[in-house]
C-alpha cells in the first residue's frame, strides 16, 4: 500500500533553515506529481509547493517563495523541501501528499521568535 513517511522537523529560532525528507513507497514514485502542505494549530491544512513527476516544473505558495524550495530524487523515491529563512508562521505540521490522495503521518516544524 501507499506509505509515506515524513522526516526533518524541528524546533529552530527564526531565520534558520531546515530540510524535509519525505520517503514514498507502494507506488510509482517516478510517474507521481508530489507535493508538500503544512497545517498550523487552530488552522486549515494549506498547500505550500508542488514538484512535477519529472522534476522540472515547481510551484510555491506566495508566502514562501524566495525562500523555500522543493526537489525531488527519483532514485531514492524521495521528496525535499529545503526552508531557509524560517519565520514564527512558518510553524506547522509538514504533510507530504502523492497526488492529492496519499498522505504521510506529518513532521512537526516549530520557529521560535
Known amino acids: 500500500q501507499v506509505q509515506l513517511v515524513e522526516s526533518g522537523g524541528d524546533l529552530v529560532q527564526a531565520g534558520g533553515s531546515l530540510r524535509l525528507s519525505c520517503v514514498a513507497s507502494?507506488?510509482?514514485?517516478?510517474?507521481?506529481?508530489m507535493s508538500w502542505y503544512r497545517q498550523a494549530p487552530g488552522k486549515e491544512r494549506e498547500w505550500v509547493a508542488g514538484?512535477?513527476?519529472?522534476?522540472?516544473?515547481?510551484k510555491y505558495e506566495d508566502s514562501v517563495k524566495g525562500r523555500f524550495s522543493i526537489s525531488r530524487d527519483n532514485r531514492k523515491n524521495t521528496v525535499y523541501l529545503q526552508m531557509n529563512d524560517l519565520k514564527p508562521e512558518d510553524t506547522a505540521v509538514y504533510y507530504c501528499?502523492?497526488?492529492?490522495?496519499?498522505w504521510g503521518q506529518g513532521t512537526q516544524v516549530t520557529v521560535s521568535s
Open positions: 507502494g507506488f510509482i514514485f517516478s510517474v507521481q506529481n
Open positions: 514538484i512535477l513527476s519529472t522534476g522540472t516544473y515547481t
Open positions: 501528499c502523492a497526488g492529492g490522495r496519499s
